[in-house]
């Protein structure tokens, strides 16, 4: 990333009145926390601003509904049809925006904000830092340039950004520099305890039962993967309606199927009830590169945490992840 490309992105933000603000589709802590973020301060510097994510349904999931922010969001029918500077964040190639994806040819400016390794680079500007553990740490990164305070209504969805994308500090992303933010950010009074409690520790009853059910049907295969082992399972519209869950809620189910010892990737597949398709979530324990199999399946992501979305059938798209999963290198530790 050139010097240039900040000095540019802090030009756009200042000289427009008007900003469109977009992340990806079913967006998660990170997506919709720096999206957030950004807004609020550039709604203090006096802007008018608009947010909003290209999918259904437009409703935030309730681990973040506590955030400050939330009314600048729009749903997506009511997004500028051309703005004059589209901001994306957390996403990594224009069709991540979904049904938003059109503004990124019609937008005079388009600044991309990201930190995933599989950016295509679609901006005007992109500001990719593939080493920042959040887009939120990229958010903070320009405010500072633009000399905006990080007070505690920016710093609590920044924290959220940052909180989720790192495990709660656990994965190899956390570097001294993430806990020097946290540890800003908490000087700002913000509750990241009720933050964390929201985001971790608050669940449906019905997504208990939801948890019993799909891990119950999780398979291990320990001669996939070159012989390092898949474990994986599936989530369909029937179990999601059961429990009047939608899909931002059984984002955790990764985080418990990866557990297991004997698998180094972990996958769950998840049937969107909007469109039919199938979105695959998988993470592996450092010695395969899930991002480079999943680009190379038409998805996206990091090294260690990566997806894709299918239109083939559950048996067809483990067929070919499978395949591809077998066909990966292993890296070494
Ligand atoms: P998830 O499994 O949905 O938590 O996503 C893990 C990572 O992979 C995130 O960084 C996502 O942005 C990325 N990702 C997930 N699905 C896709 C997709 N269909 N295309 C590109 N990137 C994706
Ligand atoms: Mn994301
Ligand atoms: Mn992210």
Redesign the pocket.
């Known amino acids: 990333m050139t010097t240039n490309a900040w000095g540019e992105a802090v030009g756009l933000l200042l000289e427009h009145d008007e900003i469109a603000l977009a992340c990806?589709v079913n967006p998660?802590g990170d997506a919709l926390g720096s999206m957030l973020a950004m807004g609020i301060a550039l709604r203090g510097l006096g802007k008018r601003v608009v947010a909003s994510w290209g999918s259904e349904p437009f409703e935030v999931p309730t681990a973040y509904a506590g955030l400050p922010g939330l009314d600048l969001l729009v749903p997506a029918r009511e997004f500028p049809a051309a703005p004059a500077l589209l901001v994306t964040f957390?996403t990594?190639?224009a069709d991540?925006l979904g049904s938003l994806a059109d503004r990124v040819d019609v937008a005079q400016h388009v600044l991309v904000v990201d930190h995933?390794i599989s950016n295509t680079r679609f901006g005007s500007v992109n500001l990719i830092d593939r080493d920042a553990a959040a887009t939120a740490v990229v958010v903070v990164e320009l405010l500072d340039l633009m000399s905006v305070e990080l007070t505690a209504e920016i710093a609590a969805p920044v924290y959220t950004g940052l909180v989720t994308d790192t495990g709660s500090f656990k994965y190899a992303a956390t570097t001294p520099s993430v806990h020097a933010l946290a540890a800003r950010l908490l000087e700002t009074g913000i509750r990241h305890d009720v933050i964390s409690r929201q985001i971790w520790d608050t669940t449906s009853f019905g997504y208990v039962k939801l948890l019993g059910l799909v891990c119950a049907r999780a398979v291990l295969e320990t001669d996939q993967v070159g012989g390092l082992g898949l474990v994986w399972t599936a989530i369909g519209v029937e179990d999601l309606d059961r429990y009047s869950l939608g899909l931002a809620d059984v984002?955790g189910v990764?985080d418990v199927v990866r557990a297991a010892r004997e698998a180094e990737v972990a996958v769950v597949v998840k049937t969107d009830p909007e469109d039919g398709l199938l979105?695959v979530?998988?993470r592996s324990k450092g010695q395969i590169d899930v991002g480079a199999v999943?680009v190379s399946l038409g998805?996206?992501?990091?090294r260690f945490?990566?997806?894709?979305?299918s239109d083939a059938s559950l048996p067809d798209t483990m067929a070919r992840l499978r395949a591809a999963l077998a066909a990966a290198p292993h890296l070494a530790d």
């Open positions: 990806h998660d957390d990594g190639s991540r995933h984002e990764i979105k979530s998988t999943c998805g996206g992501g990091h945490a990566a997806g894709f979305t």
